[in-house]
């Protein structure tokens, strides 16, 4: 379920939450501003609460959803090459850990003996606390999508990883519903919520889709 609303007037189901917030960056998005005041900024994150992941610039994770969740239990980078100042976020669990053995990925070395050795008998590498995923590319206004939108790979390893079977994945901030597509594609139920039409409307027509 997805609805259109602010997240400060929901009252959410018991589950995980998984979340790319506003980042408070300037960004133009369509009807809420990107440039808050500090206190009306962490009143907007306050809706978080355990378990959650937070994906977001590191001042803000380690600045803001640390003095609102406390101690965070496991921080990954999420890196990325490309042409502007800041090219990487970071990605914070509260309340919860993920297993990287759930997840593999090609091993850094293959040449290597004994990792050739282990790549000959199908074997890959569990996931290290560092994920190289590109950015999602040509988003534009043009094209009638989200400014900001987070990759479907990265999302995708993070349920892969963190969320229980059964466990409702939840998002205060969905934006163009990348989360909640990647929970549904992972079979998990989906609780959303997005202030802004158009972005609802992408959203739902995504999750129609998938």
């Keep these: 379920m997805i609805l259109n609303q602010s997240a400060l007037e929901t009252k959410f189901p018991d589950g995980i939450m ?10 133009h998005y369509n009807s809420y501003s990107d440039n808050l005041m500090q206190s009306e900024y962490i009143r907007l994150l306050g809706v ?3 378990p ?24 990954v980078c999420w890196v990325y090459p490309s042409n502007t100042a800041k090219q990487s976020r970071l990605i914070g669990w509260w309340g919860c850990k993920p297993d ?34 590109n950015q999602v ?10 400014p900001c939108p987070v990759p479907e790979e990265l999302i995708k390893r993070i349920i892969l990883t963190t969320v229980t079977e059964g466990q ?13 597509v990647g929970a549904k594609n992972c079979g998990c139920p989906y609780f959303g919520t997005e202030i802004d039409t158009e972005y609802f409307d992408i959203s739902r027509g995504r999750l129609n889709e998938n």
């Design 18 to 27: 998984i979340s790319d917030p506003p980042y408070n960056q300037n960004y």
């Design 48 to 50: 978080f609460r355990k």
């Design 52 to 75: 959650c992941v937070v994906i977001g610039y590191p001042e803000m994770i380690i600045n803001i959803m640390g003095s609102i969740l406390g101690h965070v239990d496991e921080v």
């Design 100 to 133: 990287f053995r759930k997840v593999g990925q090609p091993y850094k070395n293959p040449n290597d003996k004994r990792i050739k050795k282990r790549i000959a008998e199908g074997k890959c590498a569990r996931l290290y606390d560092w994920w190289e995923i």
């Design 137 to 146: 590319k040509n988003v534009s206004k043009k094209n009638n999508t989200h």
């Design 168 to 180: 409702t994945v939840i998002d205060p901030f969905a934006g163009s519903g990348t989360t909640l």
